[in-house]
């Protein structure tokens, strides 16, 4: 299909096809003409007459027979007539231009065409319904409503039927207005999450079950496993959708001192990609890695340069079935190590969490999924929207500036700067839907779709 949007597209349409006129939301069917006569292709074409279509343009769609050369000629005809090539985003961003959807609904187009999970498109789809630019204007309108309040109080200080700076009206609206904006970003929080997933990096010695993991995360054997350390020499990434939530993972080289000349490449690969992750996951190995006396947080210290905080680090006891095994000393885990696995309170009290699993048997990877969506916070409602970063953070300057505005409601009484607070507020949430936007978030924005949409 060929889509073309603009003032020129009807009559392009009729000089393309040699008809005279078409209906509009009716296909007709025509044969598409070279400008000598010579017939291109046959096919439907659609009229979609403005305001009334996803540009608010008039759009012509043309359907043909597909294959490359018959296409590549009907769209130098079309180019021939006077057209040029969309950019990306730009059907959007004419859309957006015209008022037929605002910004958030824009991006959701986007966010439906990428979604890496059923859920995903599904809050996608709700986005670009409307519900989450609902939800903001209803904020913004409380906003607008607020500064009226305040304004009038400053421009009428004598009226004693607006003194609404010390009657408690303006603190009441305003921190209703707060719980809201306060449940709007922790919904925001978990559309995020569905977006853009979270990238997780498995870390730790040679042959500690990385590898192994990431097959059974994967359901599938993406990773070469052999018993020989250093067989993972470069990083490895698989995305996989677990509970609902988008896991971006990457295996690495095992963290080692090496005179391999390769291995060190994909050591030091391994450090970057540590450096970059949202989330680490340490495997370790029951039986071997850790030394008398020592605890999983001294060797993350070890393996990391310092200790990762609490909140990006998830420690994984793998072969932690061979703690029940009722085997010869040579074959079992020393004493050592099943203190360490099964008395954790000092750990826990720093904030750590350990899950003990079996790469092998695949005992307790089910507790993993769970202990990390958890560690992520992601526990998405059914009614959950898209995000992106731009809109948390929007959020986030909404939500500083209405504490500004109540600090200097309660404690200083100060109402110009109350008003002031509340304009900036307005503008940090109007950014999300596309009421107050620069042209170089618009660019780089409708920039990331692809070509016609």
């Keep these: 299909m060929i889509r073309l949007s603009g003032p020129k597209a009807y009559a392009m349409a009729c000089q393309l096809t040699g008809k005279s006129a078409f209906t509009p939301r009716l296909a007709s069917f025509c044969r598409f003409y070279q400008a000598d006569g010579t017939v291109i292709d046959e096919g439907l074409v659609l009229y979609f007459k403005g305001p009334h279509s996803f540009t608010g343009e008039d759009v012509i769609e043309l359907q043909g027979h597909g294959g490359i050369i018959l296409q590549n000629q009907l769209l130098a005809r079309v180019f021939e007539l006077g057209a040029k090539q969309a950019s990306a985003g730009e059907f959007s961003y004419r859309a957006f231009d015209n008022d037929k959807l605002d910004l958030v609904q824009a991006e959701a187009i986007a966010d439906a065409i990428d979604a890496t999970s059923a859920a995903a498109a599904s809050s996608a789809i709700r986005s670009l319904s409307g519900e989450f630019s609902q939800k903001i204007n209803q904020l913004l309108e409380q906003l607008i409503h607020l500064r009226l309040h305040v304004e009038a109080a400053i421009d009428f200080p004598d009226e004693e039927d607006v003194d609404f700076l010390s009657d408690g009206v303006i603190q009441n609206k305003l921190e209703q207005t707060q719980a809201q904006i306060q449940q709007v970003l922790a919904t925001a929080k978990q559309g995020q999450l569905l977006r853009d997933g979270i990238h997780v990096v498995l870390a730790g010695r040679p042959n500690a079950g990385k590898s192994s993991l990431l097959n ?3 359901g599938q054997e993406r990773a070469i496993v052999t018993e020989v350390a250093g067989t993972t020499r470069d990083t490895l990434q698989e995305t996989v959708v677990l509970n609902g939530l988008t896991l971006h993972l990457t295996d690495t080289a095992g963290l080692r001192d090496t005179e391999d000349t390769v291995e060190r490449i994909g050591i030091a690969r391994a450090r970057t990609a540590i450096k970059q992750a949202d989330m680490l996951l340490m495997v370790y190995d029951v039986t071997r890695d850790i030394e008398d006396n020592g605890t999983p947080l001294q060797l993350a210290e070890q393996l990391f340069g310092e200790l990762p905080a609490a909140k990006r680090l998830l420690i994984i006891a793998n072969k932690s079935d061979l703690l029940n095994k009722n085997e010869s000393p040579s074959n079992t885990v020393d004493s050592n190590a099943a203190a360490i696995i099964n008395n954790l309170g000092t750990m826990q009290q720093q904030g750590y969490e350990q899950v003990n699993v079996s790469c092998e048997t695949g005992a307790g990877i089910e507790n993993l ?22 809109h948390l953070d929007a959020l986030r300057r909404t939500a500083d500036y209405l504490v ?28 999300i839907t596309g009421e107050f936007s620069a042209d170089d978030l618009l660019g780089k924005i409708f920039g990331s779709f692809c070509i016609g949409k």
């Design 216 to 218: 059974r995360l994967a």
């Design 369 to 390: 999924i769970e202990a990390l969506c958890a560690k992520v916070g992601f526990h998405p409602p059914e009614n959950s929207l898209i995000a992106r970063t731009r």
């Design 404 to 431: 500004e505005a109540h600090e200097q409601l309660v404690v200083f009484q100060a109402g110009e700067l109350v008003a002031e607070s509340l304009r900036q507020a307005q503008h940090s949430l109007g950014e």
